[in-house]
């Protein structure tokens, strides 16, 4: 399977500020998403990154709030702006390798963020 | 109605016994279904799937799909404490649009007791 990295693996802001997520695969992916899992809760997926154009987000993230880049097969941003101790989570990137119904996904090792 | 449901528990069960973990889905359609373990302060990682009725067995492990019932199951057998964990069910729905957009339960907090 392919190595997942991402950067940083945690991080402690103050509010008002902004902190990008790097994800980066060690080989080309077919799908790439972001989710959210907050402290208790499941995974809820925040958007995925689409390579070269614009990330499709979920009900109830907007991307001005969750800025999202894929310029390549291997590489995206996330990026939490104008923080609130709201945004404290982990934040995991998952890729999917191929297109069939079986194709499973990967996770990074995730970001673990801490707003003050 | 929750899209995927499963109790968090915790799940106790004592070493070399059976766990066994439970799931519902709502999507009638639902095309694959995933088991995800999860270590505290770690990542999901896959277990196994299934996508046809009836049993899947890996190792110690078996999935249990029943699609009429909307019901998952994953058995554990001759359960360790190294097997303590929360244990995450995915549903990728008919209308995923063929993205792969899971869904993911809260998943089921499992303690093996020595």
């Known amino acids: 399977s392919a190595v997942i990295s991402q950067k940083p693996s945690r991080d402690i802001c103050q509010r008002g500020t902004s902190l990008t997520i790097q994800c980066q695969v060690d080989?080309?992916?077919?799908?790439m998403f972001w989710y959210r899992q907050q402290p208790g809760q499941s995974l809820t997926l925040i958007a995925t990154?689409?390579?070269?154009?614009?990330?499709?987000?979920e009900s109830g993230f907007v991307i001005d709030k969750f800025p999202i880049s894929r310029p390549n097969l291997t590489f995206s941003t996330l990026t939490v702006s104008n923080m609130s101790p709201e945004d404290s989570s982990i934040y995991l990137c998952?890729?999917?390798?191929?297109?069939?119904?079986?194709?499973?996904?990967?996770f990074g090792p995730g970001t673990r963020l801490t707003v003050l | 109605q929750k899209e995927v449901e499963q109790n968090s528990g915790p799940l106790s069960v004592p070493e070399g016994a059976i766990a066994s973990l439970n799931c519902t889905y709502s999507?009638?359609?639902?095309?694959?279904f995933f088991w995800y373990r999860q270590y505290s302060g770690k990542s999901p990682e896959l277990i196994m799937f299934?996508?046809?009725?009836g049993d899947k067995e890996d190792g110690r492990f078996t999935a249990q799909l029943n699609k009429a019932s909307q019901y998952v199951s994953l058995l554990i057998r001759d359960s360790q404490p190294s097997d303590s964990a929360t244990y995450l069910c995915?549903?990728?729905?008919?209308?995923?649009?063929?993205?792969?957009?899971?869904?993911f339960g809260i998943g089921t907090k499992l303690q093996v007791i020595p």
């Open positions: 990154a689409n390579q070269g154009s614009e990330a499709t987000y």
């Open positions: 999507d009638r359609g639902s095309q694959s």
């Open positions: 299934i996508y046809s009725n």
């Open positions: 080989s080309q992916v077919t799908m």
């Open positions: 998952s890729v999917v390798f191929g297109t069939s119904s079986t194709d499973t996904q990967y």
């Open positions: 995915a549903v990728l729905p008919m209308n995923s649009g063929g993205y792969q957009k899971v869904t």
